[in-house]
């Protein structure tokens, strides 16, 4: 199946510092939606978007769709400890019900 | 809302028995499932569809006898790990979609085969 590049692959970054990640393909996705995933647990949905262009917010975390819908991106604001973890970004085209997922980004925060 | 359990959390069996792990929606029905293995430090890889009341999709590469899934109601699906040996040892995750966008996961299933 396909697969999502997502970029970095990891980031170390120290707490209250803003975090961007972002996901690619070279096909097109009508919905993307972003995960993140504790150790040993499963993703948890954190942010979904339906429509080229779409810019969302949850909480500290903000996502946009991009335009050509090739991509997207995920902010994260003012990160705290609890933001480590593993970041999965996963799209889903037109007509389909799976997902493919992204490489993942693993997120460590320094206190 | 939205929650997915699955069962059990962990499970450690023998080369060459099975291993059924469940997944129910908890406050949802769900006629899709989806089961995923995820390596170490490796995403979630896609192994089948599971649409309640009909035979699973797998994906290319995954053996239907060896993966047995049955989607008997609109809140349970199991996977039967048939005949497992240590390569099957992964991490095994469900999701159900209550429509056709999101998809909720469960906790994941760990399964180890000595």
């Known amino acids: 199946g396909q697969q999502l590049n997502q970029s970095p692959q990891s980031m170390f970054i120290q707490e209250g510092e803003d975090v961007s990640m972002n996901c690619t393909s070279s096909?097109?996705?009508?919905?993307w939606l972003w995960y993140k995933q504790d150790p040993g647990e499963g993703p948890v949905l954190l942010i979904a978007l339906y429509k080229a262009g779409e810019l969302t917010s949850n909480g500290r975390l903000t996502a946009q769709f991009g335009i050509t819908r090739k991509d997207s991106f995920l902010n994260i604001s003012a990160s705290i400890p609890s933001d480590v973890g593993i970041y999965f970004c996963?799209?889903?085209?037109?007509?389909?019900?799976?997902?493919?997922f992204g490489t993942g980004t693993r997120l460590t925060v320094i206190p | 809302g939205a929650v997915v359990s699955q069962h059990p959390s962990w499970v450690i069996c023998k080369s060459g028995t099975s291993v059924k792990i469940e997944c129910r929606s908890l406050?949802?029905?769900?006629?899709?499932m989806f089961w995923y293995r995820q390596f170490p430090k490796q995403s979630l890889m896609l192994m089948a569809t599971s649409n309640e009341g009909s035979k699973a999709t797998y994906e290319q590469g995954v053996e239907k006898d060896k993966f047995l899934i049955n989607h008997a109601s609109l809140t349970l699906s199991t996977l039967t790990v048939t005949s497992a040996h240590p390569e099957d040892s992964s991490f095994y995750i469900c999701s159900a979609a209550p429509g056709i966008h999101e998809q909720y996961f469960g906790p994941g299933t760990r399964l180890t085969v000595t």
């Open positions: 996963a799209g889903r085209q037109t007509g389909a019900n799976n997902l493919f």
């Open positions: 096909s097109i996705f009508n919905t």
């Open positions: 406050d949802f029905q769900a006629t899709t």
